[in-house]
């Protein structure tokens, strides 16, 4: 017979366990809603974090609270029954979601758990001249090189406060210049470009970042 005490203690850390993923289902539909604008393409996690979260929230709280059902246990047996076939669906239904797009740490990212796949160049590497960087029409404007120290969260802060993007393109340009290596972002003159550049370069060394940006042009 399992001690009151070490039940309520395995009840409220299943409490706060539910607690902790209902949280992190929140941020994950944040999160995709944030970077794709729509649901549809990751409401996977979501919905496996709400799951688990709606099971842990009820089991902690009657283990915490010592209320266990008619039967004696926490569910019926028919209940645990459904539960493991449940548990079991979740798991096979996001092996193969992985296995088809090739992408196994995909439900980690999410979350935030994982690192997402990223490329680094030089800093004195160009872009202009290098395939699949080049946006179409672009005469002039700012160069941004990835790196392994500045963090996401000001790259984002710097392209909506200097560069005069929405949180949206500035969050989806932060992500491509992490997956891709750098970008190349179109300016209307390049005297404009050069003012950017230079406050960018002057904010990130202010924080003590190693940012690399700055104006090019093809003229």
Same mark, same amino acid.
């Given at each position: 017979?399992?001690?009151?005490?070490?039940?309520?203690?395995?009840?409220?850390?299943?409490?706060?366990?539910?607690?902790?993923?209902a949280?992190?289902?929140?941020?994950?539909?944040?999160?995709?809603?944030?970077?794709?604008?729509?649901?549809?393409?990751?409401?996977?996690?979501? !919905?496996?974090?709400?799951?688990?979260?709606?099971?842990?929230?009820?089991?902690?709280?009657?283990?915490?609270?010592?209320?266990?059902?008619?039967?004696?246990?926490?569910?019926?047996?028919?209940?645990?029954?459904?539960?493991?076939?449940?548990?079991?669906?979740?798991c096979?239904?996001?092996?193969?979601?992985?296995?088809?797009?090739?992408?196994?740490?995909?439900?980690?990212?999410?979350?935030?758990?994982?690192?997402?796949?990223?490329?680094?160049?030089?800093?004195?590497?160009?872009?202009?001249?290098?395939?699949?960087?080049?946006?179409?029409?672009?005469?002039?404007?700012?160069?941004?090189?990835?790196?392994?120290?500045?963090?996401?969260?000001f790259?984002?802060?710097?392209?909506?406060?200097?560069?005069?993007?929405?949180?949206l393109?500035?969050?989806?340009?932060?992500?491509?210049?992490?997956?891709?290596?750098?970008?190349?972002?179109?300016?209307?003159?390049?005297?404009?470009?050069?003012?950017?550049?230079?406050?960018?370069?002057?904010?990130?060394?202010?924080?003590?970042?190693?940012?690399?940006?700055?104006? !090019?042009?093809?003229?």
């Amino acid at each position: 017979m399992v001690p009151t005490y070490i039940v309520r203690i395995i009840g409220g850390v299943l409490l706060l366990f539910g607690i902790a993923l209902a949280i992190l289902a929140i941020l994950a539909v944040e999160r995709q809603l944030t970077v794709h604008g729509t649901l549809m393409t990751g409401v996977l996690v979501p !919905v496996i974090l709400g799951l688990i979260s709606a099971f842990c929230l009820p089991v902690g709280c009657r283990l915490l609270f010592n209320r266990p059902a008619a039967n004696g246990s926490i569910l019926s047996p028919l209940g645990w029954r459904v539960l493991a076939i449940t548990f079991y669906a979740i798991c096979i239904a996001s092996i193969a979601a992985a296995a088809s797009k090739g992408q196994y740490p995909f439900l980690l990212l999410a979350v935030g758990f994982a690192p997402m796949p990223s490329h680094l160049f030089q800093p004195d590497t160009s872009l202009i001249t290098m395939p699949g960087f080049l946006p179409e029409g672009f005469r002039c404007g700012i160069e941004i090189l990835n790196d392994d120290r500045t963090p996401m969260e000001f790259v984002v802060s710097i392209l909506e406060s200097l560069a005069g993007l929405s949180k949206l393109q500035a969050t989806r340009t932060m992500l491509a210049i992490h997956k891709k290596g750098g970008i190349l972002l179109p300016m209307q003159s390049f005297e404009q470009s050069k003012h950017v550049a230079e406050l960018i370069v002057t904010e990130a060394r202010t924080k003590n970042h190693r940012l690399v940006c700055r104006a !090019v042009s093809l003229e």
